[in-house]
């Protein structure tokens, strides 16, 4: 069973014109392991102290989850992770030639001393350790290898393999973390971003390829085009792949209710799995076959997810949606006499943009029938 690793308070709220207080972040939390997260990585504590403060907080919720802070692979980071009790920590480290140059000034050796230093300084304190490969996916394979081997013989227990800038395909992340996979060195962990809308596609591949965990956010919440979607990988690993995975439709709502008012985000009404719109169904063809079965063009409930079916009354609507609309206002009506009212109805949804409301159309239906 995949794990999942959410970084909704890490990684999320580095989006940019985002920041959580202190409340909202204790309520994601929980809200983040009501619906079945494994493992939070919930800040970091190199920021300061107020940062540490909101990390003690939430460990002191005592969560059956494991939290992790992110660090980078720097004894004065691990040091602030240590002051606030966490028992697990991400170390990371660029890995591409651009980032090493960047950060390290294109010295290698200096880099492998540090990560040295402080996984050694992290295991001797019993800490989890997670080994996070920045920019992975810009990165020479031999290389990574290279990091992999090392942070074995040094006793880390994962290796977070990251698709930083979101170039990934899921063929060649398949491919890659095969190889990677193969060798057996460390578990490997996919961090993914959504450039090219590919971070959950990536995500789940990388799992079908031998990675053991996934990073995710609320809503896909992260740096640029943000993360693989906590929601939609949850769902997909029940659905798709089978998983016994606990998701609370009371508390999914909430918890993207928090997220999105916290980041003072617009979520799309089409959006996947929890889209205000998801379960409606103007369509004709497609109304009148959920009207006979449930599950003719939904792969799964609404209820599941606390979302609700409507039928709106638009301009690709058939007869089946009037008469369920009629219905419903205690008309019983024939159907072949509805087919009369689908000109009008196409002609004052398009002109206006906006669907009927129910009392226009028994307006409508009321002209009808007195011509």
């Known amino acids: 069973m995949a794990w999942i690793n959410d970084t909704t308070l890490r990684d999320g709220e580095q989006a940019p014109y985002v920041a959580f207080n202190t409340h909202e972040k204790l309520e994601i939390a929980q809200g983040l392991v009501a619906c079945g997260a494994d493992e939070l990585e919930i800040g970091i504590p190199a920021m300061g102290s107020r940062e540490q403060e909101d990390i003690k907080e939430l460990l002191s919720l005592g969560l059956d989850a494991q939290m992790m802070t992110w660090n980078r692979a720097h004894m004065l980071d691990l040091e602030a992770s240590l002051s606030c009790g966490v028992k697990a920590v991400d170390l990371s480290i660029p890995v591409s030639d651009i980032l090493i140059d960047v950060k390290f000034g294109g010295d290698k ?75 057996d060195l460390l578990p490997i962990e996919m961090h993914t971003h959504n450039d090219y809308g590919l971070a959950n596609a990536n995500a789940l591949s990388g799992l079908d390829a031998g990675a053991i965990s996934v990073n995710t956010t609320v809503v896909g919440l992260g740096e640029r085009a943000g993360n693989a979607s906590f929601e939609q990988i949850s769902m997909a690993l029940k659905h798709l792949y089978r998983e016994e995975r606990n998701i609370d439709a009371v508390a999914m709502r909430a918890l993207i209710d928090t997220v999105t008012k916290a980041a003072n985000m617009y979520l799309a009404p089409n959006a996947p799995i929890v889209g205000e719109r998801l379960f409606a169904h103007e369509s004709g063809i497609h109304a009148d076959g959920m009207m006979k079965h449930g599950s003719a063009y939904e792969p799964f409930d609404a209820d599941e997810v606390g979302g609700h079916r409507e039928f709106p009354i638009g301009k690709h609507s058939g007869t089946s949606t009037i008469m369920y609309h009629l219905k419903a206002l205690g008309i019983d009506a024939d159907k072949a006499s509805l087919k009369n009212l689908l000109p009008s109805i196409r002609e004052i949804v398009t002109s206006r943009k906006r669907v009927l409301e129910g009392d226009e159309l028994l307006h409508l239906y009321r002209d009808s029938v007195c011509l």
Do not use: W
């Open 109 to 183: 050796e200096r880099m492998f001393r540090q990560l040295e230093e402080v996984v050694t300084v992290a295991k001797k304190e019993g800490i989890y350790v997670c080994i996070g490969a920045e920019d992975s996916s810009r990165a020479s394979l031999p290389f990574i290898e290279e990091v992999m081997r090392f942070g074995k013989a040094l006793n880390a227990d994962r290796f977070r393999y990251c698709d930083t800038v979101g170039i990934m395909t899921p063929s060649r992340t398949f491919d890659t973390i095969s190889h990677l996979s193969r060798l």
